[in-house]
């Protein structure tokens, strides 16, 4: 504890938050923000209308199993154990930066993590609203609408605060570490059970060609406008969304022991298990589909919810949506968690507009309640135009996974992990760190991000128009106009970049 109080101390900030995380812990709410059983039923019908089971299956196998994301993971993990600190990439970016630089490069990561933190809890938790509704509708004449959506997701949003700053303002952070454990067995015997049910319980099984040979185009006509392999690229959402939220174990390291190794070992086991998890998921949902058309224009408008009917009944299905809505919950709920402290950071060091008011810790409980309902509120705000759009919800997605990953580390922005690389020769190793792989592990992980940056702003569906315009990049563009407008106008003039509340020694 103390060793960790100390590091804090060189970084230049006071131990404010309650460190009572351990490595476990900390991997538990990257791997519960991950959550598979989240990622996976929310984007089921976009994958299997942009390049069905194939693309799905072989997209999920490379970018799970060849680890370019675990790529990131671990380029990432290199950086948060030379930096263990709430802040994040925003932090690590001003540190890696030219001291010239610095307040400009963590300026502008903050945003694009804030925006991609946002988006994250928006996706997960508009996408728990909507399997809530999905299962009102079994057994009952209930058919849900736009309000009523808007208005569970309202509900879900609120509960999730509720947990997050209450249970905390009353319990202290040590009711995150029983909510994780809980969160950690229920996604783990939550996935393995689910998977079993439905295998042993459907009347048919799908062949293996129809598993990984099925192409499916579902996009208006991509395929031919276009081609094959641009419907496979835009089809890459589904995993690399599932696979976000792993900085999270970054965020909660100062509520983290032995901090420089716990967050990176973190990161790297969230990703590993996740990717694991994720494959033996989608493999067990794609061979129990019993019939395509109906399981992609499903009543229910969840086709994982009508793979759970045709498989194991209504009541089974009752079982089985619950399963995946509390893995849903929690997920959000942790999700809100990392968010809260990754605005906490930003305000703490006047990145956020009202920071003074955002930067406040609860003294009795030492939790940043503020940033907890600033997180839900802008989460909300961000799944309005999911009422009226026919993409938003994927549009959503694909804001989380580019918001989160620029900020990880694409070149143009001059963030951490493309830092590392260009001033690789100042870069001072953690306890953690990858050796004579370091810096083509970088690299990789820096081209892969720029690529994805591109592909996730891509069109969806054919034709464009107002109803299935991928608004991604409407989002992107409004951060990258404030973050660098605002720098131009005012922000450079009084913006420091990480502030320190004791003298370090940076």
Known sequence: MEKDEAELAKMGYKQELKRELGLMQNFGVSFSIISVITGIPSL???????????????IEAILNLAFFTLLVGMAMAEVCSAHPTSGGPYFWAAMLSKPKNAPLASWITGWFNLLGQVAVTTGISFACASFISTL????TGFVPSPNTQIGVYAAVLFTQGLLSARLQSLFGVRVLHYLNNVSVWWHAIGTFALVIAILARAPTHQSGHFVF????????????????????????????YTLTGFDASAHMTEETTNAAMSGSIGIIMAIGVSALLGMYLLLGLLFSIQDLDNTINSATGEPVAQIF??????????????IVIGAMYFCGTFSVTSNSRMMYAFARDGGLPGSKFFAYVNTTWRSPIRTVWLACT?????????LGSAVAFSAATSIATIGLYISYGKFDLAVPIALRVI?????VRGPFHLGIFSFPVAITAVIWIAFISIVFILPQENPVDSQTLNY???????????SFGYWLISARKWFA???KQIAGMV
């Open 378 to 386: 802008l989460s909300f705000i961000l799944g309005l135009p999911s």
């Open 136 to 139: 009102s509708t079994f057994k």
């Open 44 to 58: 089921f019908l976009y994958g299997l209308n942009t390049g069905g089971p194939s693309v799905m299956v072989r």
């Open 309 to 322: 009917l045709d498989c194991v009944g209504e009541d089974g299905a009752i079982v089985l949506m619950i």
């Open 423 to 427: 001033y690789h020769a100042d870069f």
């Open 472 to 482: 991604a990049i409407v989002a992107v563009g409004i951060v990258i106009t404030y």
């Open 497 to 499: 970049g990480p502030v």
């Open 213 to 240: 040979q099925t192409f499916i185009d579902g996009t208006g006509g991509w395929a031919e406008r276009a081609s094959p392999a641009y419907v496979a690229v835009t089809g890459i959402l589904m995993a690399q």
